[in-house]
């Protein structure tokens, strides 16, 4: 929303508004209200216009999802359902009623709030972090799913039989893609109140925090998508962990003295697992891409090269595992997009280093715990007592590896880190035997 929205829109309310002329005794309009207006004053009214569009739409939002729950939902229990959706209505809506349920009992509440304490919008979002990055991102991965089901002729026919008796004119295609789009809008709105906040000069520290969470939760929300659109993969996506990082690289099968052969790829980076995908862009604007399973990575036997020699942008991937032979060369858009890859994988196999040594030898594991929290104990009581960390000079302050991850291989260091391995066979599937989305992963 930008200033001269706002600004025309408080123009056109009641006349207890104060920015709106208010005839005098000849009938001629006045702006005197307006014009008193301290800058602050007016940042506040702005503000206070952004935070009515938040309620008002979440609002029209738990509307809209009772609508697809006490009606589209509901309604099916009282059809005889065709033999081709029995069992996948669970697909078609995921879970919608708990979004619903979520929404209408807790947290337009919490929103509502915000009419009367502004820093309300902000404390809603942290309240209900989890709750909101749970829900969200389990609808949104299972949404290519269901869009996939909705495209299919017969349950499109189906459903806008039910859309006619219950007299709505949109479809419920478009009611789906509520959650999808609520999940970005409160990131544009928070945006708004936060710039008016700072122009008020009022406090930020609770709408600061808010924001930072609207902004983490739609881009979790949206690798989700990216993932939900994975197929032909056999595994159970839940027990990858949490999604580190995704992206796409041009990755060859090749040597690195080989002639670089490399095709677009996406890359999904996750706590257990990494998996190699081909990318098959989407066939027009309205459509979205496909991933065909390739490879997995596992977490456990995996070494990376950081760099290639003359390749600046390229980094390799293999197995130390005899059974698992293929390298993948990987090369990156940009120096700075290399870096990332390279940054986040170090802190994962740094991770399941640390994780190793707890499993291989706990006691050695607990003392070398116990000592860095000794070394760090006291070199806080040093620091208490003399105003600097004592330690001697060039040695920088006591860490614990263990406590704090970093890379343990240097992105520009030429070394590699041994810790995953391949798991899973290439698949050759042609794309013209795809399964589709929702097949069981």
Known sequence: MDEAGVATTTRSLTNDDPLSPSPDENGTATIANHISRTPSEEARFKRQYVI??????????????????????????????????AGKDKIIFANIAQILEFHKTCFVKEIEKCLENYEAAGLAFSKYERRLHTYYVKY??????????????????????????????????????????????????MKDIRKYTER?????????????????????????????RLQNFDGNLNAQGK????????????????????????????????????????????????????????????????????????????SNDPNQPVAFLCQANSEKEKEEWLSKINVQLDQQKTLLAALVDPKRYQNQLASSMNSMTLANAKKDSSGSLGCPSGTGSPTSSLNSPKHSTPPNSGRSSKLFGFGGKKSNTPVAGLRNPTSPH
């Open 52 to 85: 009515q569009e938040l309620v008002e739409t979440e609002r029209h939002y738990v509307t809209d999802l009772s609508l697809v729950v006490d009606g589209y939902i509901a309604e099916l229990s009282n059809v005889d359902l065709p033999e081709d959706l």
């Open 140 to 189: 949104c991965q299972n949404k290519p799913k269901s869009d996939f089901l909705m495209s299919q002729e017969q349950f499109e026919q189906f459903f806008n039989e039910i859309r006619l008796k219950l007299g709505e004119k949109r479809t419920l295609s478009d009611l789906l893609i509520k959650p999808v789009q609520r999940i970005q809008k409160y990131q544009l709105l």
């Open 200 to 228: 008020a000069g009022d406090p930020m520290d609770a709408l600061d925090r808010g924001f930072e969470i609207m902004n983490i939760v739609p881009k979790a929300c949206d690798d989700m998508m990216q993932v939900g």
């Open 243 to 318: 999604l580190l990082f995704q992206g796409l690289l041009q990755i060859s099968e090749s040597g690195p003295s080989q002639p670089f052969k490399g095709k677009e790829r996406i890359v999904f980076l996750f706590e257990q697992s990494c998996i190699i995908a081909d990318s098959i862009p989407k066939r027009n604007e309205f459509s979205s891409p496909t991933y065909i399973f390739k490879n997995q990575i596992m977490v456990n036997k995996m070494v990376l090269e950081n760099n290639v020699s003359d390749e600046p942008l390229r980094f390799v991937l293999r």
